[in-house]
């Protein structure tokens, strides 16, 4: 133990000594001069958009790069990432090109959505298709069972959202029991159309999931009558706690949406990268 002291003060006071050695004013560092030489710089890679990086880094398998206002594929092929078209908000529905699935970013600090607010809404189904299957029979093959609760969910095993579901279900259950009311009788995978439209919901791909309905809210239950360019009344029962845990394992919330579907949750990983950093969230 004594040495060690001692040791500790020769230290401090060659340290000391150091620091008084030098006089005031003098310095350290001899100013150099400024080097004026021009080097060479490569030219700019061109700018990857938000939206397209979030898609690289979120599903490497399928997106390999982004050249020229195209996506790279993993099969050879690209795909038209902005028809630089301006759309209403129909049309961005109807036929969206990929940008049009980040033109509203997702803010998880919204959680009274204004008119018209649907972020994730909007799907490029070629892209959807490529990534999940073509087809129900294509879409089918790549589920496999989760376990949720007292029910067993086909999910997509594409991209880790099965894998993802799981961390979800696992985190739930961590919830109070009174929570458990809500996670009955939820289902996933159903190749069909989004109601009133042409358009293929989420579900046909295995990527999205609704809770029980029975304590859910759905825009055109709530809103008879009404349709998409309607002003509704907006509704939600489904606790924030259960939004923030799909959200942290990649997920979208419906509830988040002017045309409100608060049962429905749906794997967007990309969709949470892109708009965090838009949105600083
Ligand atoms: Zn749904």
């Known amino acids: 133990m004594r040495l060690i002291a001692i040791s ?7 340290l000391s000594i150091c620091a008084c050695s030098q006089t005031p004013g003098e310095q350290l560092a001899i100013p150099q001069q400024k080097d004026t030489t021009i080097v060479p710089q490569a030219p700019a890679p061109s700018k990857i958009p938000v ?12 997106i ?36 049009d699935m980040f033109s509203q970013p997702y803010d998880t600090s919204v959680w009274l959505p204004a008119r018209n607010y649907d972020p994730g809404r909007v799907r490029n189904e070629e892209l959807m298709k490529y990534m999940y299957g073509k087809n129900e029979a294509e879409a089918r093959k790549r589920l496999v069972r989760v376990k949720w609760f007292k029910q067993q969910l086909l999910f997509s095993s594409v991209n880790g959202a099965a894998d993802s579901l799981k961390a979800v279900a696992k985190e739930l259950a961590q919830l109070p029991a009174s929570y458990q009311k809500y996670f009955d009788n939820s289902s996933t995978f159903y190749w069909r159309t989004v109601r009133g439209s042409n358009r293929l919901s989420a579900h046909s791909f295995g990527i999205a999931i609704d809770i029980c309905t029975k304590f859910s809210d759905y825009w055109r239950w709530k809103n008879p009558g009404k349709g998409e360019e309607d002003s509704l009344k907006y509704t939600n029962r489904i606790p924030k706690e259960i939004i923030q845990i799909f959200e942290k394992h990649g997920f979208i919330s419906g509830a988040r949406w002017y ?3 608060t049962m429905h949750f749906e794997f967007r990983p990309d969709l949470l990268q892109a708009s965090r950093q838009q949105t600083n969230n």
Not at 68 to 82: F, I, Q
């Open 51 to 62: 939206g397209a990086q979030a898609l690289m880094d979120n599903y490497p398998d399928f």
């Open 64 to 99: 390999k790069g982004y050249e020229e206002n195209h996506l790279l594929l993993a099969d050879g092929s690209a795909l038209l990432y902005d028809d630089q078209e301006e759309k209403s908000f129909i049309d961005r529905m109807d036929k969206p090109d990929v940008e």
């Open 8 to 14: 500790h003060i020769t230290l401090f006071l060659s």
């Open 259 to 261: 045309h409100f579907d």
